[in-house]
């Protein structure tokens, strides 16, 4: 393996979520029915077909029918989960409990290492199969955005203000001007959050990755005083949930969202339907970076905790910031959903339930404020700076929707 860029070798905390099982409800459709044929795989012995209607959003109804015996079964088109898209939440949030037995006190956003009176606050991630958008759209200058954006949103919410970050670029064979873009993004990236770009690794891998392609991941350290801290502990019922907006997906539920594409039969260079962009255009928008907003927001006080929206959505991002006990109420419609959420519930059939648990729904973070602070925030929002109310702590665990 050969490098070409310098590099720093640290080792971080994980950051690992401490996810509580959501008790939101699916809302209801009406009953829908697709019909697929193909060759047989449901004949009866004497001969017929059996097949079941499974109506969308009715549970496992089934009726039981018979038909004279032909050359194709009827079936219900379901539809689709991440799970489906290879993506099992559950799985991971089994891994989170294993690895908390061997790492007590790991959990938040950020690992917190004492330095004096301060904090230093790391976080490291990726930006997952959004890179498969970016070889296809030929669309690089700003996947380097969203790496930024991954970290350093996640250590804000300990109120952290980043302080530098490294990058790890992997590929089978450089290609230095392709490089060049990724690494343009990751320069803007760490000038919208204020912070350093201190070093990389660049990889040379050949054979490991398909010509073209290349894997990404990055780090971010930050600082924070003891006395400063954002750690949920001070919330109770009746605190406010603002949401600050996202610019669509973000980097979290690709996987799902490619599994969409295939189904819908749209290509990235086609017009988003509905909106007024090509679809690949409305995917790669770069994941929106709050460090500046938020910190301002801080400085006035009355912020108690904060989510990042990332992978488990509302459904298992906000629970984290939360006492024991304590749980979500989210008005519905109370900010605007962008238009490629629409359009990716449609094409794939998800319903709501999956929808909140695998993406941001266009809250991209949320802050847990008293009511003064509340009232400021949102007599503030407006340009870039824009921001919703969006729900309230309640008893009882869980995030639910009214």
Same mark, same amino acid.
């Given at each position: ?333 109370? =900010? ?6 629409? =359009? ?59």
């Amino acid at each position: 393996m050969a490098t070409t860029r310098f590099s720093t070798n640290t080792e971080f905390n994980g950051c690992l979520a401490n996810l509580n099982i959501p008790y939101s409800q699916p809302k209801s459709s009406p009953t829908q029915m697709f019909l697929r044929f193909h060759t047989p795989k449901c004949l009866s012995d004497d001969g017929s077909i059996r097949f079941s209607v499974k109506p969308k959003g009715f549970g496992n109804i089934g009726v039981a029918s018979s038909l004279p015996k032909r050359n194709f079964c009827v079936e219900a088109k379901e539809g689709l989960t991440y799970k489906d898209a290879g993506v099992d939440i559950d799985a991971g949030t089994e891994l989170v409990r294993r690895i908390a037995k061997m790492a007590p006190g790991i959990g938040g956003f950020g690992g917190l290492f004492p330095l004096g009176d301060s904090y230093l606050v790391a976080g490291t991630d990726g930006v997952g199969t959004k890179l498969k958008l970016a070889f296809e759209t030929g669309i690089h200058d700003t996947i380097g955005i969203d790496l930024v954006a991954m970290s350093v949103n996640d250590i804000v919410t300990s109120g952290a203000k980043p302080l530098f970050f490294l990058d790890y670029f992997a590929t089978s064979h450089l290609d230095v001007d392709l490089a060049e873009k990724v690494i343009k993004g990751i320069v803007t990236g760490c000038q919208q959050s204020d912070c350093a770009l201190l070093g990389g690794e660049t990889a040379e891998m050949p054979g490991f990755y398909s010509e073209g392609e290349y894997d990404l991941s990055g780090f971010a350290v930050g600082i924070v005083k003891k006395d400063s801290v954002i750690d949920g502990k001070n919330i109770v019922a009746g605190d406010l949930l603002i949401g600050l907006p996202s610019s669509g997906v973000h980097s979290n539920g690709f996987s799902l969202v490619r599994r969409v594409i295939e189904r819908s039969g749209l290509s990235l260079k086609d017009k988003l339907p509905g909106g007024d962009v090509t679809l690949g255009e409305a995917l790669m928008a770069p994941t929106v970076i709050y460090v500046k907003q938020v910190l301002d927001i801080i400085s006035k006080g009355g912020v108690k905790g904060i989510a990042h929206i990332t992978g488990g959505g509302f459904t298992d991002n906000i629970p984290r910031v939360f006492p024991d006990g304590l749980g979500a109420v989210i008005y519905k419609d109370s =900010w605007e959903i962008p238009t490629v959420f629409n =359009w990716i519930q449609e094409a794939g059939e998800i319903e709501d339930v999956e929808m909140r648990r695998t993406f941001n729904m266009g809250v991209g973070m949320v802050l847990v404020v008293n009511q003064e602070a509340s009232q400021r925030i949102l007599n503030d929002s407006h340009g870039t700076n824009r921001a919703y109310l969006i729900g309230e702590v309640a008893d009882g665990k869980g995030v639910r929707f009214l």
